[in-house]
């Protein structure tokens, strides 16, 4: 990867952990909709998340969530969340498994931007184990409540 790509995606995500997309109160009992919580914490470092999903009834997500962390966990909260406003749970589950790919290749694999879009920016990060874990948190959050809220709907 060239320095110039190295710098750009070190931007997207100091831009996403200042300026985070879905940082908002969790609705938590409150959601109309099939909805999941998941409390996660890195305890490697300290890092928090409470995220919540809620199943619209046009069959896509929202994601809301609070945290506290470094700024990979924060803006890779932010960047699930700006993913999920555009995508089906289909494609949200497609996203995530191959994010979770991209985290474990220890930066072997090219990011496809088409799917993984600003979260391709993370792709350095996966170079740094210590580090893997602050990019997972909210993406383990997610596909735990999102989890719930599928069950919730079978219920």
């Known amino acids: 990867m060239s320095t110039q790509m190295q710098q750009l995606y070190q931007q997207v995500i100091l831009d996403h952990s200042r300026s985070r997309i879905g940082n908002q109160a969790l609705l938590r009992d409150d959601a109309t909709g099939a909805h999941g919580f998941s409390h996660q914490v890195n305890p490697t470092c300290g890092d928090e998340i409470e995220l919540e999903t809620e199943l619209l009834d046009d069959g896509t997500i929202a994601v809301r969530w609070t945290g506290d962390g470094c700024s990979i966990s924060m803006a890779s909260a932010s960047v699930l969340s700006e993913l999920a406003t555009e995508a089906s749970v289909a494609d949200m589950l497609d996203i995530e498994a191959k994010f979770h790919e991209l985290m474990h290749s220890r930066g072997?694999?090219?990011?496809?931007?088409?799917?993984?879009?600003?979260?391709?920016?993370?792709?350095?990060?996966?170079?740094?184990?210590?580090?893997?874990?602050?990019?997972?948190?909210?993406?383990?959050?997610?596909?735990?409540?999102?989890?719930?809220?599928?069950?919730?709907?079978?219920?």
């Open 108 to 155: 072997t694999l090219e990011a496809d931007e088409e799917i993984l879009g600003d979260a391709a920016a993370f792709t350095g990060v996966s170079k740094f184990p210590a580090r893997i874990k602050c990019a997972l948190l909210s993406w383990v959050a997610f596909k735990d409540a999102l989890n719930q809220a599928q069950t919730s709907l079978e219920e």
